[in-house]
């Protein structure tokens, strides 16, 4: 049983451990693992759950390409959302919470706000609250950023779900909450919308680990455990369910003693990754991160080279419709995002040729690379002179000779500091790739700082190793011209 999050979200949902940082922890990794527990014992047979780390935003994606079997990732229960995937019953009842500076006493609520800058997570529920109601808006692709921003006076207020605000606002003696918990939703697990068995046995474990109490157990250990959890219950198991959660039959909490939770989860876990995390622990990750990045670039610019040759040859010597073929798949390449390429290879053309997500950054970087190759080639073949093809002729060699042995070799000496920048710059695009699933350098580095909030410390050894990665290059570039150049 595959499940997909992203862990660069960071507490309480998916998080790096701070004893050991190769670990993914969570309340979500619990529930699942608790889930599959449940499923194997009504199946007779052992069920594992294995994590897919997967961009947040490219998770539906992922699940409509059959990556992985459901999201587990704070995903909402919307109408929006229902189009596109069948939801599990919720697993957790969230609100929207205010927080502002500590020293801040003119927001009080969110009707203060008005006229004020508020940060808060693209796509969230709190996000489409905000741009209903009229107010400014900051959107951050991290839960991390809006309350960063806030503590250096950036923003006003930031409107976030609860379980975030409980690791990221909560925590910081900066920020302070104002005003009520608002805008009421859930969290479901998501699968396809043909999964219809899928969804039904996980809404029976569900069920079964509520009436049990190990799901408020999981909440109360990542301190997630409120009011609003009573919610969950459902007829016909109504009672029970709330007995499990934690609630009397009239839905009203019972006494907090009666529930002694072990091993309950250190809220301040970003400033404890902060401290325990040292160099030896995380330098291996980015290391290994920075592997895949030589890989991915090395096949890419292989591609692009071969490619591109091919094409600048089309452009020069090719007959007229070739030299349109080819002069359209420069122009094309070129012209549109890379970005938007591997979004269209890996989500649409390779669900038919069925490519990995390490065999599409190849191909999409390659082909995209290749039209910037192709005119490098093309500029330095027409600046060998014409007078080199005439000497090849008299000489009695034919023109695919002539290229081959004469004008060529003298090219690819005018093409290779060009070359040379294109193969920099393919080392620094590959962090494109983490939109479709490939965990490269930067990604790595994101994760791994929204996870311990060393945001300096990691960016230095990153950047080191993408420069360790990239300077040797120029180095090269030049020797090669010293050594092929005029003597």
């Not at 090219?411 to 060009?418: N, Y």
């Not at 350098?441 to 993408?466: C, D, H, N, P, Q």
């Amino acid at each position: 049983m595959h499940w997909a999050g992203d862990a660069e979200g960071g507490a309480p949902f998916q998080v790096r451990d701070p004893s050991d940082p190769n670990r993914v922890i969570g309340f979500e990794v619990e529930l699942v693992d608790a889930l599959a527990e449940a499923v194997s014992r009504r199946l007779g047979a052992p069920l594992k759950a294995e994590f897919v780390q997967y961009d947040w935003v490219s998770l539906p994606l992922g699940l409509d390409k059959g990556d992985f079997d459901m999201i587990v990732s704070g995903f909402e229960i919307t109408e929006q959302n229902r189009t596109s995937a069948r939801f599990s019953r919720p697993y957790y009842i969230y609100a929207e919470q205010l927080t502002v500076r500590h020293d801040d006493l003119s927001i009080k609520s969110l009707s203060d706000c008005r006229g004020k800058l508020v940060g808060t997570m693209a796509g969230t529920a709190a996000d489409r609250m905000l741009n209903r109601e009229g107010f400014a808006v900051t959107a951050f692709e991290g839960q991390v950023e809006p309350y960063i921003d806030l503590e250096l006076g950036r923003l006003d207020a930031v409107l976030l779900d609860t379980p975030i605000v409980k690791y990221y606002g909560e925590t910081n003696p900066k920020l302070k909450l104002v005003g009520e918990r608002i805008g009421q939703g859930s969290y479901g697990i998501a699968c396809r919308p043909a999964d219809a068995d899928l969804v039904a046995a996980i809404d029976e474990a569900l069920g079964e680990l509520i009436v049990s109490g190990r799901l408020a157990e999981i909440l109360r250990r990542w301190h997630l455990w409120n009011i609003d959890q009573e919610a969950l219950a459902q007829p016909p198991n109504r009672p029970a369910e709330l007995a499990g959660l934690g609630f009397d039959a009239a839905g009203r909490p019972l006494d907090d003693g009666q529930f002694e939770t072990t091993d309950v989860v250190d809220v301040h876990i970003i400033a404890a990754s902060a401290q325990q995390w040292t160099f030896g622990q995380y330098a291996p990750l980015l290391l290994g991160a920075a592997a895949m990045t030589v890989r991915i670039t090395l096949s890419s610019m292989a591609v692009a080279v071969v490619v591109g040759l091919f094409v600048a040859i089309c452009r020069l010597y090719g007959p007229v419709p070739v030299r349109w073929l080819a002069l359209g798949y420069v122009e094309f390449f070129r012209g549109i995002p890379l970005l938007l390429l591997l979004f269209f290879l890996y989500f649409g053309v390779s669900n038919h040729l069925d490519l990995s997500a390490f065999a599409t950054a190849v191909v999409g970087f390659g082909l995209n690379y290749a039209a910037y190759e192709a005119e490098v080639y093309r500029s330095a073949i027409s600046s060998v002179p014409n007078r080199q093809w005439e000497a090849a002729r008299a000489l009695g060699m034919t023109d695919a000779l002539a290229f081959r042995r004469v004008i060529f070799p003298q090219a690819i000496r005018t093409a290779l500091g060009p070359m040379t920048n294109d193969f920099v710059a393919l080392f620094k695009d590959t962090s494109l790739v983490s939109v479709i699933a490939v965990r490269e350098l930067t990604k790595e580095y994101l994760i791994l700082s929204r996870s311990s909030m060393k945001f300096v410390e990691l960016g230095l050894l990153t950047a080191a190793l993408y420069l360790a990665m990239s300077v040797p290059l120029g180095y090269l570039s030049r020797y090669l011209e010293r050594r092929w150049g005029p003597r």
